[in-house]
């Protein structure tokens, strides 16, 4: 049986959902569901085979931009800002889908 997924993180998955079905532009839908995901960490909130899917969305959301970071732009921002329409669509599906994968783990969990 597949390893469920803790409480907490399908609530910050579920909330970076909620980011991403606005009616913002995806760069700052992007953005806002990033600052819920990276308040996650791979060694305690995510099961070993969703680890590397996880660790691929912060690190294209989280690593340092090539143009550096604006004054007025956090990291994330700057980051998502960067990538192309189509790397950006990627990025939510990616997130979509882990999103889906917890929660159909975490419905799997016996009270």
């Known amino acids: 049986m597949r390893e469920t997924v ?3 993180t399908v609530e910050k998955l579920l909330q970076a959902m909620h980011c ?3 009616d913002e532009r995806l760069t700052e839908r992007l953005t806002g569901a ?9 060694t305690t ?6 680890r590397a899917d996880w660790q691929r969305i912060i690190h294209a959301m989280t690593d340092p931009p ?3 970071v604006a004054p007025q732009e956090g990291t994330i921002e700057a980051n998502c ?3 192309t ?16 994968e917890s929660a159909a783990r975490d419905a799997l969990r016996v009270p």
């Open 6 to 8: 803790p409480a907490y």
């Open 20 to 22: 991403l079905i606005s």
């Open 34 to 42: 990033g600052m819920y995901l990276i308040r996650l960490t791979e």
């Open 45 to 50: 909130d995510f099961p070993e085979d969703l």
């Open 66 to 68: 090539a143009g550096g």
């Open 81 to 83: 800002r960067a990538l």
């Open 85 to 100: 329409m189509s790397e950006q669509t990627r990025l939510a599906h990616a997130i979509l889908s882990l999103f889906m």
